[in-house]
């Protein structure tokens, strides 16, 4: 695999002393279930507000699910722009949701859904986050071939813009955005590699390249805070993965380790570098995790009391800036195993 030049240094922190990983946050988990008859509920993402967004389905890529937000304590059910394929990804609170519907980007506005107009002449797509000031980031794809190409909408009405690419590579997808109108993503076929993680700085100029973990064949960045730092994942040749975060400020690459088996995947960020996603634990089991100072945790270990009974953490999805975490707990019903919502809130 030929060698990618890219800004990132690549670092392993050290572990933290024992007097320091004793301090570790507990948290209080409240748990939601499907308001519909589908048995589970599953998370997408959260805003800073807490306010958490996912959909009701039978499995997690039901053709049928239901898109809700939860608000409030309540679970609200949301439109179908169509019949199939309903998928709220992104908000930037509740006025402006974005996602797919039917394999075409949409946005609800104040809970009306619009499908965002196309870009590059492409209409069909997904619109993957939001930004407080409105702008949507996501991609755009050729039905004939699957290519994707990153785009950004300036907001719900305007046509979306096709970002650029790294020299003669053009496709890729737009994964989030943060406040300042920075974009973390992919772009695919760069240097021999699969894709590798960018981060668009602005949509008039090609990302800047991230890259990938040492030995690894891709990287996607799939989540950015408001410091232009990204989390995302590389994988690897051996059939691995493993989560990272990109540090802006020392443009260094971290590696995030795993709970006890070699895969892990980071879905949330935050200002104060605290990283949220999935690992594979010793038993098999994938389990959520919280990283922050060099040190990854299992979720499942750190819930002091639950409002109903989980029997673990298996995914996070989202972490704000006081530290609540959206994630999703596996339970047992009388219909057999099923997932819930759980929102974590720090209580040491």
């Excluded at 997408?44 to 507000?49: E, F, L, R, S």
Aim: glycine content about 10%.
């Amino acid at each position: 695999m030929p060698a990618f030049r890219c800004l990132a240094l690549t670092v392993t922190l050290p572990a933290l002393t024992a007097a320091a990983a004793s301090a570790q946050t507990l948290y209080d988990a409240e748990i939601f279930s499907p308001t519909t008859g589908q048995t589970s509920i599953f998370a997408t993402a959260m805003d800073d507000q807490g306010v958490i967004i996912g959909y009701c389905a039978d499995d997690r890529y039901d053709p049928l699910a239901t898109p809700i937000a939860i608000a409030r304590g309540r679970v609200i059910e949301g439109d179908k722009p169509s019949k199939s394929l309903n998928f709220p990804l992104g908000l930037s609170g509740p006025a402006l949701v974005v996602g797919t519907s039917s394999q075409f980007p949409v946005a609800w506005v104040r809970g009306v859904p619009r499908v965002l107009r196309p870009a590059a002449g492409l209409p069909q797509g997904a619109a993957s986050d939001a930004n407080s000031l409105g702008v949507i980031c996501g991609e755009v794809v050729r039905d004939f071939t699957g290519a994707q190409f990153p785009v950004v909408w300036p907001n719900h009405s305007a046509a979306g813009i096709q970002l650029r690419g790294l020299g003669d590579a053009s496709r890729g997808a737009c994964f989030a955005i943060n406040e300042h109108n920075q974009v973390a993503g992919a772009i695919h076929n760069v240097a021999g590699y699969g894709f590798i993680a960018v981060r668009w700085d602005r949509v008039d100029r090609a990302p800047m390249p991230i890259g990938v973990l040492p030995g690894a064949m891709n990287g996607e960045g799939l989540c950015i805070n408001n410091l232009g730092d990204v989390a995302g994942r590389s994988s690897f040749p051996d059939f691995t993965t493993e989560a990272f975060v990109y540090l802006d400020d020392t443009q260094s690459m971290v590696g995030l380790g795993n709970l006890g088996q070699p895969y892990s995947y980071a879905r949330g960020v935050n200002d104060a570098r605290q990283v949220v996603g999935e690992s594979a634990a010793a038993n098999g089991q994938v389990h959520g995790f919280v990283w922050s100072d060099g040190v990854m945790r299992n979720l499942s270990n750190l819930i002091a009391h639950s409002s109903e009974p989980i029997l673990y953490i298996s995914n996070a999805v989202a972490i704000d800036s006081t530290g609540r975490i959206a994630a999703e707990a596996q339970v047992t019903t009388s219909g057999g195993p099923a997932t819930r919502i759980a929102l974590l809130t720090p209580v040491q």
